[in-house]
Nanobody, 125 residues
Framework: QVQLVESGGGLVQAGGSLRLSCAAS????????MGWFRQAPGQEREFVAA????????WYEDSVKGRFTISRDNAKNTVYLQMNSLKPEDTAVYYCAARRGPTVAGFTRVAMDFWGKGTLVTVSS
């Protein structure tokens, strides 16, 4: 089992930045692709970004490309999401997720093996 704990959410003005962190614990020696999803009120949970076990491959949802950057530090068992140029439409609960296997292939909501409890990001206009 792997436990995921997110942090770094909060309230920020449009155009501002936040960095989310996701700390993994448990059986972290196995290779896991990791990433982020988000869920706005009344909407389905959607994919945001993913990163391979090595960190060499990343994948982003189109609306966040060029604004968000995902990275990971395997020595710290932590994945990060740097969010710049935030927009009100980025407001959501952001969830960290992990999927067994080293690659980002198939990193979809239904394929995740582990989830964090989420952290709220609110972007004011």
């Amino acid at each position: 089992q792997v436990q995921l704990v997110e942090s770094g959410g909060g309230l920020v003005q449009a155009g501002g930045s936040l960095r989310l962190s996701c700390a993994a614990s448990g059986r972290t020696s196995s290779p896991y692709a990791m990433g982020w999803f988000r869920q706005a009120p009344g909407q389905e949970r959607e994919f945001v970004a993913a990163i391979s076990w090595s960190g060499g491959s990343t994948w982003y949802e189109d609306s966040v490309k060029g604004r968000f950057t995902i990275s990971r530090d395997n020595a710290k068992n932590t994945v990060y999401l740097q969010m710049n140029s935030l927009k009100p439409e980025d407001t959501a609960v952001y969830y960290c997720a992990a999927r067994r296997g080293p690659t980002v292939a198939g990193f979809t909501r239904v394929a995740m093996d582990f989830w964090g409890k989420g952290t709220l990001v609110t972007v004011s206009s």
